[in-house]
């Protein structure tokens, strides 16, 4: 997943004003079995989901309504992103 947020974040034809590349987790999944998911906020196109299918090997598009109906963020995420947010504004 690094090499992957890496590689799109550093992509000259992927300079967005905001796209995240992170995992979520169904919310139907007792296991909570890791999915990443690209977000990517761009003046061209809008706000938009990808949400990676590994049985097709692609990535399948979502609404915002969508996305937050179906999926949920790890606690450690939230919290890890928080803290790296806050030593940002410091």
Known sequence: M???SDVLLKDENLKFNKCVVNRVYNKTDKEKKPI???YIDS???GKKFYIANK???NFVT???EEF???FECYEKDLEKNERLQTMGNE
Do not use: Y
Request: charged share 20%; aromatic share 6%; hydrophobic share 40%.
């Open 62 to 64: 979502l609404t915002q």
């Open 43 to 45: 003046n061209e196109i």
């Open 68 to 70: 937050t109906k179906q």
């Open 2 to 4: 690094r090499i992957l």
């Open 55 to 57: 049985n097709e090997g």
């Open 36 to 38: 990443l998911f690209v």
